[in-house]
């Protein structure tokens, strides 16, 4: 079992930057890979980020490339989403995900192949 909790939302100007950060309890974190997802009112939750087990390797949704990073560190448990250049429709709740079986190559921008999720933090993008 994981628990995920997030931290870092808030309220930002467009054009300003935020940390996301997910702490992952337990001794596995090294074997999830993990993900960044998000959900505005009344929209459907969107891919975001995605970093495989051991970090090398990244993906992106298209309206975030250029803009978000996504990192983690397995030695202290986290993953990291570093959002700058925000805009307002970047406004939603940001989950983090982590799954067992979410590869580089398939899966990564599922909500459905990902076992385990925060309780979401919210940010707020103003113009």
């Known amino acids: 079992q994981v628990q995920l909790v997030e931290s870092g939302g808030g309220s930002v100007q467009a054009g300003g930057s935020l940390r996301l950060s997910c702490a992952a309890s337990?001794?596995?974190?090294?074997?999830?890979?993990m993900g960044w997802f998000r959900q505005a009112p009344g929209k459907e939750r969107e891919f975001v980020s995605f970093i495989e087990k051991s970090g090398g390797r990244t993906r992106y949704g298209d309206s975030v490339k250029g803009r978000f990073a996504i990192s983690r560190d397995n030695a202290k448990n986290t993953v990291y989403l570093q959002m700058n250049s925000l805009k307002p429709e970047d406004t939603a709740v940001y989950y983090c995900a982590g799954g067992l079986n979410v590869y580089y190559y398939s899966g990564w921008d599922v909500s459905g192949k990902y076992d385990y999720w925060g309780q979401g933090t919210q940010v707020t993008v103003s113009s």
């Open positions: 337990g001794r596995t974190f090294s074997s999830y890979a």
